[in-house]
């Protein structure tokens, strides 16, 4: 008997403009114990869903049609008070914003304890030692302490453990995971789904887990159902659905990540074309068909499409999936076939430091750090937050100003110069794209008026008529139509928004582009377009892209030279070949066996980090991954700064290891380097 | 072709979003509609005064005075001066709707500079016009009222000046903590990539998107105002007479109130219905504003 059963489920909200289907047609059964993972887009239907399942739909929607089993009750005529007897008890939920989920007046200890307590399930004493229990089987070092604490003293990958803990307290038969990891660091993010897996086989809860991001659930899931508009469009076993996805959605998923040891020139991103339509929106036939490259009109528009079942255990909603497998995705052109050749050096950071007075404290941000760009490649620099990567980005397009050290871009040095000391053109040469599609433009002036500023600003035109062409051929260039330089940014999806600001970046042919997680707010589906893009347009103009990431996959995929960064210092340079094979630094060994990989035949070596990144007020004294290192090699790592290393003349390694045993290293991704060539 | 072509942008797709201009919105709130009527009661015939066949606002009828209730030639009854009410009345409406907006934009123009300083250059620029403010705020209004109007005189000139002095502080609250948080925003970063001076980002960048909670804010001010301004006048430190002030016509029939309620009674029905309708009109727009 399954544990969950949703039939035929419609839920509705009522809206101004009428009521919208955000969830229709949906069935779905999780066994006791099993672990299914549901993936999709924002606008999908995904949270509706949670909330439908835990019955906290608002005043405005309602599940108008199926229904919800849970243990065999139907869960959509259960009364409140059953509702809240099955919740937290037999059924529990984690989050996205751990930070959100507790409460900051009361200690740890008494929020645990509340649970049990709510339920009428123990007295207090009990309540507390099932706490401190549950805590330990966390792994929060140090239970009796961590009881004692508010949450502001925890990190956060601390306390999205222990909001697991408090949802595991009451040994619910399904826990509910919405987005758990989204926001937390790649080594944090490893960390908390190890942790999944190893409660999961200890208590045999049940997961549902949700999220948009195929790597973490090929990490955890069994079975994986993709969403698309509101409708369930595939589900299959985790080993089926990445070996044979059948439903193009799932397809162009797929084809739009990078997959492991592939790059810009042997396999470039397929994006999939257009955006998630608004909920209600798509057309009830197939919601897919207006992005769909293999859709067929009379085929694919005639009728409501059902799920069918395409083998055992794997159903799709494709009238065409049959026909699929023999149609390949149309692949764009590959980049360029050469590897862009070593140019000139454009940027050339030498002992650059950027301190920050916090009080009478020193917040050590970029602590000598040396590393330079060459012309026309493309430099990606990685770490955690709080390695200082966005520290050194406003430093070199002159947002801040380094404390001491120098950085010398395109001859000059800049250090110490941010853009009002920097001349005209200057300031041109090196531009920026930001991170945050919604903050990137000003919501009150329509998107062409930036572009248009911008081109009269850097001289390269004047009088109206040239600045209409040129702004109609910067839209040209981010493939735009020129009609929507008078719309305002709020008119825009996420996508198009970065694509003004990649346009903004351009207008003064800048040398140099810096790109701060350009694409980490965007849905994977429009990532790989934008990422596309950026990448042709730098190719094109052979401008610098200092690009900066946590996402080692993307990396790889783009970057031809790569920097790691660690609490403001260089762990590892060289070209990007070099960075994903031993010998690693530690740090980024740890790093490349954190980042999760959409495949689930791929076998990494499991390296978790101890803790989090320390606090850059309060740096150790020797090498600065020293407190979290596994291969530590003793009070050396702790006393001395550690040496540099070269592997080869352009791949060198900070650290105390000699460099024949970091050769040694198994590699972190054995069978996938092997199956890649 | 590349493969990032094939993405069909399908402009202005999502279109049918509110407007973010929230006066061009304002037909969708009914208190807001209602405030409105309650503002353009007024507003009309103020502005029409001079054309409406009204008799002067200054004219004495002797004759009424041994009647001062209505009658067919003074539909409201006459002031214990012998004054028609209803001239005096729609001609105090004219005061009040034409010094209100005056003083309330006065005191937007200086509070938006000062919160625009405060918020963009922060540091010490902050702290001076903060703890300025912070000054002006610890007096109860009207006692500042008071002092202001004792030492300087009352005028129309003088009232503005005080208005702008016991409101700009509030104002420029409100526009520092906007500007604080705008500041963020990658937006105002991209115009320093772009050299924009300190003023153009601020008055081109920032002072735009401060503009929905300000509109809000200008409409209670404009209540609140109109009470300053009745409230100077029935301190006898409004308009000097014989201005028709709707304040000063209360105070002037509190004397007689008990044996000709309707002197004090019509002024103070204009005054509340005035306030009323711009609270409401602001009550429409914060549930405009929300509504997204």
Not at chain 1, 497 to 523: C, H, W
Not at chain 1, 594 to 602: F, K, L
Not at chain 2, 26 to 40: C, I, Q, R, Y
Request: charged fraction near 20%; charge should be positive.
């Amino acid at each position: 008997m399954s544990l969950l059963e949703i039939r035929d489920l419609r839920v509705e909200y009522t809206t101004s403009r009428g009521t919208v289907a955000a969830v229709q047609d949906f069935s779905l059964d999780i066994a006791p114990g099993e672990s299914f993972g549901l993936v999709g887009e924002s606008g999908c239907g995904k949270s509706t869903l949670i909330l439908a399942i835990m019955g906290y739909m608002g005043r405005n929607g309602a599940v108008t049609k199926g229904e919800i089993l849970f243990e065999g009750r139907n869960l959509v005529r259960a009364g409140r008070e059953e509702l809240r007897r099955i919740r937290g008890a037999r059924m529990a939920i984690v989050y996205q914003e751990p930070a959100t989920a507790l409460n900051p007046s009361m200690t740890i200890g008494q929020q645990l304890i509340e649970v049990p307590m709510a339920h009428g399930e123990a007295t207090a004493a009990d309540a507390r030692l099932r706490a401190v229990r549950v805590l330990a089987d966390v792994h929060l070092p140090d239970p009796d302490s961590v009881m004692r604490r508010y949450p502001h003293q925890l990190s956060g990958g601390q306390k999205q453990r222990v909001v697991i803990a408090m949802a595991l307290l009451a040994n619910p038969a399904l826990l509910l995971l919405d987005e758990p990891t989204t926001g937390l660091d790649v080594t944090v993010e490893a960390a908390v789904l190890d942790l999944l897996n190893e409660l999961r086989a200890k208590y045999g809860t049940a997961l549902f887990y949700i999220s948009h991001n195929l790597g973490v659930i090929a990490q955890v899931c069994e079975r994986i159902g993709v969403m698309y508009a509101g409708k369930l469009v595939e589900e299959a076993s985790a080993e089926a659905l990445f070996a044979l996805p059948r439903h193009p959605y799932t397809r162009g998923l797929l084809a739009s990540l990078p997959r492991p040891g592939a790059d810009k020139r042997t396999a470039p991103l397929v994006p999939i074309p257009g955006v998630v339509p608004a909920a209600g929106r798509a057309p009830p036939t197939c919601g897919f068909l207006s992005r769909c490259a293999h859709g067929e009109r009379g085929k694919c528009d005639a009728s409501v499409v059902p799920l069918l079942r395409a083998a055992p255990a794997h159903v799709v909603r494709c009238v065409r999936w049959a026909e699929l497998p023999a149609m390949p995705p149309a692949a764009p052109p590959a980049l360029a076939n050469a590897p862009t050749d070593v140019g000139a050096t454009v940027m050339e950071a030498h002992d650059l430091t950027r301190v920050f007075s916090v009080g009478r404290r020193k917040l050590i941000a970029n602590d000598h750090l040396t590393l330079a760009a060459q012309r026309g490649r493309v430099l990606a620099i990685v770490g955690e937050s709080g390695s200082g990567k966005s520290t050194f980005a406003k430093v070199l397009a002159g947002l801040d100003a380094a404390s001491s050290g120098s950085l010398v871009v395109l001859g000059e040095d800049v250090a110490r110069r941010p853009v009002r000391r920097r001349a005209a053109k200057l300031v041109a040469a090196v531009q920026m794209v930001f991170q945050q599609p919604e903050g990137t433009l000003n919501p009150s002036h329509p998107v062409g008026w930036p572009l248009a500023r911008s081109l009269r600003k850097f001289g390269i035109a004047r009088d109206r008529r040239t600045v209409d062409a040129k702004v109609a051929a910067l839209l040209e260039m981010v493939r735009l139509p020129a009609s929507l330089r008078h719309a305002l940014p709020r008119q825009l999806s996420g996508g198009q928004k970065q694509r003004i600001a990649i346009a903004r970046a351009f207008a003064g042919n800048p040398e140099l582009l810096i790109a701060d997680e350009p694409v980490s707010a965007l849905d994977v589906s429009v990532r790989a377009a934008v990422i596309n893009l950026l990448l042709r347009i730098q190719q094109e103009s052979r401008t610098t892209l200092v690009f900066i990431s946590h996402d080692l996959g993307l990396v790889r995929y783009l970057a031809d030279d790569v920097v790691v960064m660690y609490l403001g210092q260089v762990m590892e340079a060289g070209p990007v070949a070099a960075l994903f094979d031993p010998p690693y630094h530690p740090y980024t060994e740890a790093l490349l066996s954190a980042a999760p990989v959409p495949d689930p035949t791929v076998k990494t070596t499991r390296i978790r980090l101890e803790g989090e990144i320390p606090s850059p007020l309060n740096v150790p004294q020797g090498c600065r991954f020293a407190t979290r290192c596994p291969r530590k090699l003793g009070r050396v790592c702790d006393d001395t700064p550690p040496p540099l290393r070269e592997a080869t003349a352009d791949h060198i390694i900070h650290c105390h290891i000699p460099i024949e045993d970091l050769r040694a290293v198994p590699p972190v991704f054995a069978r996938a380097v092997a199956t890649a060539h | 072709m590349s493969a990032v072509s094939n993405e069909p942008v399908s402009a202005l797709e999502v279109a049918g979003r509110p407007s973010p201009n929230l006066l061009r919105r304002l037909p969708d709130s009914k208190v807001a509609m209602f405030g409105l009527g309650l503002v353009l009661i007024w507003v009309i015939p103020a502005l029409l005064a001079p054309v409406l066949p009204l008799k002067p606002p200054d004219a004495q009828d002797y004759l009424a005075m041994a009647h001062p209730g209505s009658s067919a030639s003074h539909w409201l009854g006459v002031d214990p001066l012998g004054r028609d009410m209803l001239s005096r009345i729609v001609w105090g409406a004219r005061t009040v709707l034409a010094v209100a907006p005056v003083a309330v934009l006065a005191a937007y123009v200086v509070g938006a500079a000062m919160g625009l300083l405060a918020g963009y250059y922060g540091g010490w620029v902050d702290a001076a016009i903060s703890r300025a403010s912070d000054v002006i705020l610890s007096f109860p209004v009207i006692v500042l009222y008071v002092i202001l109007i004792a030492n300087i005189g009352p005028s129309v000139a003088n009232i503005i000046v005080a208005v702008v002095a016991a409101s700009a502080p509030g104002i420029s609250r409100i526009v520092r903590g906007l500007v604080m948080s705008l500041m963020h925003q990658e937006f105002v970063a991209a115009a320093y990539l772009r050299r924009e001076s300190d003023v153009f980002v601020m008055l081109v960048e920032l002072l735009p998107n401060c503009r929905g909670p300000l509109i809000t804010d200008f409409c209670l001010r404009l209540g609140y105002t109109t009470i300053t301004i009745g409230t100077l006048g029935f301190l006898g430190l409004g308009l000097p007479p014989p201005n028709p002030d709707w304040g000063g016509m209360i105070k002037q029939a509190t004397s007689m109130i008990t044996v000709f309620p309707h002197m004090a009674l019509y002024p103070t029905i204009a005054l509340v219905s005035l306030i009323l309708g711009f609270n409401l009109l602001a009550d429409g727009l914060t549930e405009l504003s929300q509504a997204d």
